[in-house]
């Protein structure tokens, strides 16, 4: 059964970073394109961030475009997303997904396995 699970979410201050991990089980994580979503308070569910499998393509949307950093680290069978320079609006839950769709230059395709999420709150 492939679960993945979300950590390091907290409360930052405006400017400020936080280091989110998605680590797996049931499945070698590099079999998976990896996406990051997040629910702000009052909006939909957006996509934020994804990696493919293999060369490991990246998507930012244009909102954490420059600020935010996708990477894998296939020893801990994880993936982080580096999170700098937050700002009040990226408060949210954010949410690791999974899917073994290819997804490359967008996070369109179907996801198929989901964390619980972990809550981040910029705030000063």
């Known amino acids: 059964q492939v679960q993945v699970v979300e950590s390091g979410g907290g409360l930052a201050q405006p400017g400020g970073s936080l280091r989110l991990s998605c680590a797996a089980s049931g499945v070698t994580l590099d079999y998976l394109a990896i996406g990051w979503f997040r629910q702000s308070p009052g909006k939909e569910r957006e996509g934020v961030s994804s990696i493919s499998q293999g060369n490991g393509f990246t998507y930012y949307a244009d909102s954490v475009k420059g600020r935010f950093i996708i990477s894998r680290d296939n020893a801990k069978n994880g993936v982080t997303l580096q999170m700098n320079n937050l700002k009040p609006e990226d408060t949210g839950v954010y949410y690791c997904?999974?899917?073994?769709?290819?997804?490359?230059?967008?996070?369109?395709?179907?996801?198929?396995?989901w964390g619980q999420g972990t809550q981040v709150i910029v705030s000063s």
């Open positions: 997904a999974g899917t073994e769709s290819i997804a490359i230059g967008n996070m369109g395709v179907p996801w198929t396995y």
